[in-house]
């Protein structure tokens, strides 16, 4: 398999990157990813525009946060693939089953969380005309939506617990051929047109008809998402870079997940999967 020379040098030398990625979140339309940097023992936000900067190959659990918004270090340093978190990190900061993240088991009663038992709502994204179905916590869902970088969202419906909203959000899927997710490089080519607003809009009406006559819902008016802070439409689409090894250009703006930035052509990173990786400036 071809490799390219930054990425033989950075397994090198990965295990002296000195931050490590924790989370990548937005405040409001601020973007903030949020690393430990082991040198000062640390948490601190990392300058994405400052885009210079090399990513590791390896995964390493990020630890958690106690109440008190202490930073624990995973105490068995252990390598992630699918979620950030350890089994046993995410026991003792947040799910005791960490399959429940995307497939709930209960509502509840197994694991006693009030997340679980907290109300859900249903939504409906669009990144211009195509549309998306998917779940949150009532309390943060307009920050999720502009954590995937949607252009508007309704909510379509509120369940009493994680799990009945999930599966409302998986029969309605598959009833109506409404996807729960959207490839990426299908949203990056968004990037170059201008949102058809009045298609969104008519898509939308005639969805609010079918869920009213399907499933007796009351589906909520658009919400636009304008403030990302990025000048849109690009020229060219951005070319998805791989997550590990070197990143450097001209920073561009971002939106959702993605920073974009010029370096021999349009390129864009997912910063999402940053979190358990380690970052160098060196």
């Not at 079918?210 to 689409?237: C, F, K, N, R, S």
Request: hydrophobic share 35%; with cysteine; glycine share 6%.
């Amino acid at each position: 398999m071809f490799q390219r020379a930054d990425q033989i040098l950075i397994e090198n030398s990965e295990d002296k990157f000195p931050l490590h990625a924790l989370d990548f979140s937005w405040h409001g339309f601020e973007p903030a990813l949020t690393c430990f940097d082991s040198r000062d023992n640390e948490v601190s936000d990392f300058d994405l525009k400052d885009l210079n900067f090399a990513v590791s190959k390896k995964r390493t659990c990020i630890g958690y946060f106690t109440d008190d918004g202490k930073y624990v270090v995973c105490p068995k340093n252990t390598p992630v693939e699918r979620y950030a978190q350890c089994p046993e990190c995410s026991a003792v900061s947040f799910l005791p089953y960490q399959e429940c993240l995307f497939d709930p088991k209960c509502d509840g009663e197994m694991c006693d969380l009030e997340f679980c038992r907290r109300e859900h709502v249903l939504y409906i994204a669009f990144y211009d005309t195509r549309m998306k179905i998917g779940m949150s916590s009532t309390r943060r869902v307009e920050r999720r939506l502009i954590e995937q970088g949607a252009d508007a969202f309704a909510i379509i419906g509120k369940l009493p617990t994680r799990r009945q909203a999930r599966e409302a959000e998986k029969n309605i899927s598959a009833r109506l051929g409404i996807p729960q997710a959207l490839r990426q490089d299908l949203l990056l080519r968004n990037f170059v047109r201008k949102v058809d607003q009045t298609g969104v809009q008519g898509r939308y009406e005639g969805l609010r008809l079918t869920l009213a006559g399907m499933y007796h819902l009351q589906p909520e008016p658009l919400h636009w998402i304008t403030d990302y802070p990025i000048e849109l439409p690009l020229a060219t689409v951005p070319k998805l870079q791989e997550s590990w090894g070197k990143h450097k250009g001209r920073f561009v703006g971002m939106k959702g997940k993605w920073a974009i930035y010029e370096s021999d052509g349009l390129k864009a990173l997912n910063v999402s999967s940053l979190p358990s990786r380690f970052l160098s400036r060196d």
